[in-house]
């Protein structure tokens, strides 16, 4: 079994910081990608960053330059740091994750968080 608990998300201000954070646990042998992933009101989930086992990253172009992710592999963590918060930046945030459980059993599934709310207004 592996589970997902992600954190930090909240209201705030526009131009206000948040971090989010998502935490792996169980049969976990290799992580290969975590990313996080956003859904608002009425569209289709997007990605909003990614980054793979040797540090790579990727991010949407709505949020490069104001969003950093990150990760600690010792902790199975990945965090995502958000910077001049916008209201369209609004939207329930979930982490996923593409992981190997078992060493002798090479496959990767991908795991999906609960979702916590981010809110940007005034």
């Known amino acids: 079994q592996v589970q997902l608990v992600e954190s930090g998300g909240g209201l705030v201000q526009p131009g206000g910081s948040l971090r989010l954070s998502c935490a792996a646990s169980g049969s976990i042998f290799r992580i290969n990608h975590m990313g996080w992933y956003r859904q608002a009101p009425g569209k289709q989930r997007e990605l909003v960053a990614g980054i793979t086992n040797s540090g790579s990253t990727n991010y949407a172009d709505s949020v490069k330059g104001r969003f950093t992710i990150s990760r600690d592999s010792a902790k199975n963590t990945a965090y995502l740091q958000m910077n001049s918060l916008k209201p369209e930046d609004t939207a329930v945030y979930y982490c996923?994750?593409?992981?190997?459980?078992?060493?002798?059993?090479?496959?990767?599934?991908?795991?999906w968080g609960q979702g916590t709310q981010v809110t940007v207004s005034s």
């Open positions: 996923n994750v593409e992981l190997q459980q078992f060493e002798r059993v090479p496959v990767t599934r991908a795991y």
